[in-house]
């Protein structure tokens, strides 16, 4: 069993900042990716950052220069810092991750329960 536990959604106005933490735990054997997806009240849920095992981070374009994505692999976490929030980046985030449990089976992905981000104007 794999679980990821995401934490620091929260309500604040247009151009205050928001870091998002996810924790991944369970029967992992390795994660080749991290990210972090978002969906917005009848929206479909997009692709917001990604960070591979590597280090290669890849940014949706529109939160590009505002949002910075890191992780901590020893520790399963990935964070998102987001800074310069607009309204249009309300939604609720999830985190994501492609993992495998062992070394038999290929990766899937699993995701977490998602967290609420409001942003005022």
């Known amino acids: 069993q794999v679980r990821l536990v995401e934490s620091g959604g929260g309500l604040v106005q247009a151009g205050e900042s928001l870091r998002l933490s996810c924790e991944a735990s369970?029967?992992?054997?390795?994660?080749?990716?991290m990210g972090w997806y978002r969906q917005a009240p009848g929206k479909q849920r997009e692709f917001v950052a990604g960070?591979?095992?590597?280090?290669?981070?890849n940014y949706q374009d529109s939160v590009k220069g505002r949002f910075t994505i890191s992780s901590d692999n020893a520790k399963n976490t990935v964070s998102l810092q987001m800074d310069s929030l607009k309204p249009e980046d309300t939604a609720v985030y999830y985190c994501?991750?492609?993992?495998?449990?062992?070394?038999?089976?290929?990766?899937?992905?699993?995701w977490g329960q998602g967290t609420q981000v409001t942003v005022s104007s």
């Open positions: 994501n991750i492609k993992a495998r449990t062992s070394t038999w089976v290929k990766d899937r992905d699993y």
């Open positions: 960070i591979s095992s590597g280090g290669i981070k």
């Open positions: 369970g029967s992992i054997f390795s994660i080749n990716y």
